[in-house]
């Protein structure tokens, strides 16, 4: 029985598509692939960067606010996390004000100290989506240039040749329009990954300004003001009771203690 005949390679595919386009198409495939790498390294670092985060931000809520004074506290925190640098510009804020010639209004001083570094944590977290909304935005017209250099080429080369058979058009055309499909290969992840980072850096920042505003009004109530930790329910009034109004005196000696979804600290 005679074995069939070794199948032909296949005379269209990436690489010759690159072989047909010349150093323009080479160029633009290593860009695209750069674009790829960039895309990919820069979703997993800051993943990562934002996880960190979010595992600090459980930490705090675990028992941050159980210790018997701000810098205890702060020794529970990652030296290198957001939270501990939010505590540690809060503490230097507070002592910087009693050192000013002409000082300022505390709750202002605070306010603006904590503002500043919140924000540069945000800046922090914003770091490298640029590099993706531009990759999303720019890589598929990047793509469609290598194919329109693909199928300029092609054409004048069926055209020196003199043959306009259909498989004499299919083949290069084809392979110039892998070049697009590049583009678009590498956009989508590009687009994807900058959406969700953006989502959840914005979770992350709304978790950071309301410990910033915990942390703000336990400065200016000397440590009487913070977040009501979780603790056993009280019993339901009995009915027909008056409801306490909110004008009645608090009994003596009771420390006054912030609801967590309470943004008012005067």
Known sequence: MATPPPAADNPYGLMQAL????AISWATFLILVIMSLGTFYILFTKFFEQQK??????KVRAGFWNSANLKEAATKLETRSAYRSIVDDALVAQDQHGKLI?????????????????????????????FLATVGSTAPFIGLFGTVIGIYRALIKIGA????????VAGPVGEALIMTALGLVVAVPAVLAYNWLIRRNKSIMEDLAAFTNDLHGYLMSNGSVKPRMAGPATPAAKPGAQARTTAAPAPAGSDPVRAPTTTDFR
Do not use: F
């Open 161 to 168: 040749s003199g043959q306009a058979s259909i498989s004499d």
């Open 53 to 58: 985060i979010i595992s600090q931000g459980k």
């Open 19 to 22: 072989q047909e386009g010349g």
């Open 102 to 130: 002409d000082p300022i209004d505390q709750h202002d001083w605070m306010a603006n100290s904590l503002a500043r570094s919140q924000g540069q944590i945000g800046a922090r977290l914003g770091e490298g989506l640029a």
